[in-house]
């Protein structure tokens, strides 16, 4: 599978090009600043606030939501996931 990860937040350009720095990251982050990505997905609450949360889309279609993401533990479930689909 050619799986590809992108990061998302209301962060800033200019936030997200530190992040990466510090973090030596090798995947894109997006700036959604307006919040309209975070909207469509519906991980926007009320507050403004983005639910941290994991889309895995194939072919334009959303076929795994990981709704609470607890980064100590998230990528060996999302590498699970993919796994179980080879």
Request: negative net charge; aromatic residues 8%; hydrophobic residues 40%.
């Amino acid at each position: 599978m050619g799986a590809k990860v992108v990061g998302v937040s209301k962060d800033s350009v200019k936030s997200h090009e530190k992040f990466a720095a510090k973090e030596d990251l090798n995947y894109p982050l997006l700036a959604d600043s307006e919040g309209k990505l975070s909207r469509d997905f519906e991980v926007l609450n009320f507050l403004g606030v983005v639910k941290r949360s994991t889309f895995i889309i194939e072919e334009g279609e959303i076929i795994k939501v990981f709704p609470k993401v607890k980064p100590a533990e998230h990528v060996a479930e999302v590498i699970e996931f993919l796994q179980s689909r080879d």
